[in-house]
Each structure stands twice: as structure tokens, then as C-alpha cells.
């Protein structure tokens, strides 16, 4: 089960800081995989924004680049999205899972950016 907190409404160049608890992942399934950070925003598909893999490296999408930044924390088996600078366009749902989308979607968290 992926459980997802953090966002809410901000404006424009404001920060915001998503937690993603694998609330029911064993450990070893939890470091065993990359994990990612994903968002729909309205009329639009599901994108992955940032990644994450077993050994920490980080990859980011285009458009969040250098304004974002994905972590975790394998004991509490968290993952984190430190957002900055955010733009109306970063307006969405942000969900987490692992890379190949194995688990089930969780009911994700809202991030609306006023400009």
C-alpha cells in the first residue's frame, strides 16, 4: 500500500515536501527497487518526474529539473519529493511508485501552485 501526504495550495515559487510511505513493502522489495515519483495533471497523462534507484542515484524530468529533489529513507521505507520553486504548471496529483509501477496506485496528493 503507497500512501501519500504533503501537498496542498502555494503559490507561485513556494515549496512543498511529499512523503510516499510503502506502508506494507518488506524491506529487501523496498531496496530492491528504484522508485519514482509520478503526476497527472488535468486532461493530461501520467508522467514520471523524478527517480530514484536502490544505490540513490537521482534522474529528474526536463521540467522539474533542479527544482526538485527525490530522497528515501530505507529504514522508515519513505521517499521524499522536495519541490522548490514551483510553478502553476506543476499543478497536479503526485503520486509515488516503484519504476515498474508494481504496486497498486495509492490515492496520491493534490499540489496546486497559484500563480
Known amino acids: 500500500q503507497l500512501v501519500e501526504s504533503g501537498g496542498g495550495l502555494v503559490q507561485a515559487g513556494g515549496s512543498l515536501r511529499l512523503s510516499c510511505k510503502a506502508a506494507?513493502?518488506?524491506?529487501?522489495?523496498?531496496?530492491?527497487?528504484?522508485w519514482g515519483w509520478y503526476r497527472e495533471a488535468p486532461g493530461k497523462q501520467r508522467e514520471l518526474v523524478a527517480s530514484i534507484t536502490g544505490t540513490r542515484s537521482t534522474d529528474y524530468a526536463d521540467s522539474v529539473k533542479g527544482r526538485f529533489t527525490i530522497s528515501k529513507d530505507s529504514t522508515r521505507k519513505m521517499v521524499y519529493l522536495q519541490m522548490s520553486s514551483l510553478k502553476p504548471e506543476d499543478t497536479a496529483v503526485y503520486y509515488c511508485?516503484?519504476?515498474?509501477?508494481?504496486?497498486?496506485w495509492g490515492q496520491g496528493t493534490q499540489v496546486t501552485v497559484s500563480a
Open positions: 511508485n516503484t519504476l515498474t509501477q508494481s504496486l497498486n
Open positions: 506494507r513493502s518488506i524491506t529487501s522489495f523496498f531496496n530492491g527497487n528504484s
